[in-house]
Nanobody, 130 residues
């Protein structure tokens, strides 16, 4: 499984931005992708990578970091093998490299843990600055 994160950029405080995570692979299909749970993590400059949001396989449930509830929304389009992270009311402290991760064997209680995911994208930089 190859993951490609995209959509990052420079935005102003208060703006919205949607980043995408597209999955591909030699034998990958929309049916296969639906079996994968996908998460977003972010790493701010000089800080550890932390959990942002996750969506369970088949989109049955979502989990968010407490501090981001209400501003960020994760969703998926299995037909496009893509997961999205909609970010609203962005703040300078949201500046980070955003990584997506996927795995087909994540149980619900582990959705927020990096170690649960075997496949990682390269990250996309989001900069919030005036």
């Amino acid at each position: 499984v190859q993951l490609q994160a995209s959509g990052g950029g420079l935005v102003q405080p208060g703006d919205s931005l949607r980043v995408s995570c597209s999955a591909s692979g030699r034998t990958f299909s929309s049916v296969s992708f639906s079996r994968y749970s996908v998460a977003w993590f972010r790493q701010a400059p000089g800080r550890e990578r932390v959990f942002v949001a996750a969506i369970k396989s088949r989109g049955s449930s979502t989990v968010y970091a407490d501090s981001l509830k209400g501003r960020f929304t994760i969703s998926r389009d299995n037909a496009k093998n893509t997961v999205y992270l909609q970010m609203n009311s962005l703040r300078p402290e949201d500046t980070a490299v955003y990584y997506c991760a996927a795995d087909s064997s994540v149980i619900t209680s582990n959705l927020a843990f990096q170690i649960a995911y075997a496949y990682w994208g390269q990250g996309t930089l989001v900069t919030v600055s005036s």
